[in-house]
């Protein structure tokens, strides 16, 4: 009896809003949303006062709030904050793109990170880099341009009648192989200034991001995430099949295209702002929808949870190591490859691979 009652509790309400609207609430969902907002919050005001000069939590809270001390002011938000908002902004826009291209391709592998789409933005940051001798600016710009191409180019070479999931991420690891190879080359070629600094570009850092970085991506963020969330429910009836989806009224091709596009666009404008993070946008969707346990793409969940992911590695790399502090990408570099591993191991396990 009681199973009953916590089944009946769990299942998904729907709220009756003014002139005919509606709202789906999950339970669970909604808890695990608030559990990840709260643990971005307490992340964030950690990370705010790690660092060479310690500051407590609570003086941390003070002088967010405009009743700080005057050095404690200018280290919080001239110094950490900026660092802070850009590991946030990150984390959420990799998440949400890992969500959308996973249930596009309906393949947990289905990430810009196996997709070739972050190689993309490391051959175009690098063109710049090592050919151009380009300024901060110009890289960041060359990390977009570079992946919106090769997210076309995918695209291009994987549809036939429309993108199928498996065929789409066998054309993107294909991609990744190419791409990989040009920035191997780009870098053997370059002179050694601008091979190294290719090398620190590569490895993806927020050491040093300030608010130069955090408005672009804001911008970026404030645009594509009602774009991809007014999309959320064509794209959860696009998950039962092309088929279905047309039945429905789903214009399938035309959806899938936007979402694949600003998920792109999400992708590169994370690189542009730090790096080439890996990992973050193929773990984040899938420990959501675990953490949730709700079917669909859980879009906001996935950005929710890279946002964690990001700043609970960013706090790892500055106090896991002593004194040697890692850039943030080394560590989802490390802790991907294991979730990875794991992955296909359960894919293979469970007959999908």
């Known amino acids: 009896m009681t199973d009953i009652r916590i089944r009946k509790a769990a299942r998904p309400r729907t709220l009756r809003g003014p002139g005919g609207t509606s709202l789906r609430v999950e339970p669970r ?38 009743n700080g001390a005057p050095a404690d002011d200018f280290i919080v938000n001239d110094l950490r904050l900026p660092r802070v908002l850009v590991a946030i902004l990150v984390g959420a826009a990799l998440g949400m793109s890992g969500a959308v291209f996973q249930s596009v391709s309906r393949n947990p592998l289905g990430s810009p990170d196996m ?19 380009g300024g901060a600016n110009e890289v960041a710009l060359g990390a977009v341009v570079g992946g919106v191409l090769a997210g076309a180019l995918v695209y291009l ?16 690891i294909g991609a990744s192989a190419v791409l990989v190879a040009v920035i191997q080359y780009l870098i053997a070629k370059a002179e050694l200034i601008e091979a190294t600094r290719a090398m620190v570009w590569l490895t993806g850092s ?3 991001r300030d608010w130069e970085q955090v ?36 214009p399938v091709e035309r959806t899938r295209m936007l979402l694949m596009l600003a998920a792109v ?19 984040a969707p899938q420990l959501a ?16 949870m890279g946002t964690v992911l990001l700043l609970a590695s960013d706090l790892a790399s500055q106090r896991a190591f002593g004194a040697d502090q890692l850039p943030v990408g080394v560590v989802t570099g490390l802790v991907g490859g294991v979730y990875l591993l794991w992955l296909l191991v359960t894919e293979r396990k469970a007959g999908r691979i």
Request: glycine content about 12%; proline content about 4%.
């Open 29 to 66: 969902a909604l808890l695990a949303g608030l559990l990840l907002i709260a643990a971005t919050l307490v992340l964030a005001v950690v990370l705010i006062g790690t660092g060479d000069f310690e500051i407590a939590p609570g003086d941390v809270i003070q002088t967010l709030l405009g």
């Open 115 to 133: 997709l070739g789409f972050g190689y993309g933005s490391a051959v175009g940051a690098l063109v710049v880099i090592t050919v151009f001798k």
């Open 157 to 172: 070479l994987a549809y036939k009648k429309g993108i199928h999931g498996y065929r789409l991420v066998l054309v993107g």
């Open 206 to 208: 927020l050491a040093g």
């Open 215 to 250: 408005w672009p991506l804001l911008v970026s963020c404030a645009l594509l995430f009602p774009l991809v969330l007014s999309q959320g429910r064509a794209l959860r009836v696009i998950e039962m099949g092309d088929d279905a989806a047309y039945a429905l009224g789903v």
């Open 265 to 283: 666009l999400l992708t590169t404008a994370a690189a542009a702002a730090a790096g080439p993070i890996s990992f973050v946008a193929l773990a």
């Open 289 to 304: 929808r675990r953490l949730t346990r709700s079917p669909g793409p859980n879009l906001l969940a996935g950005a929710l």
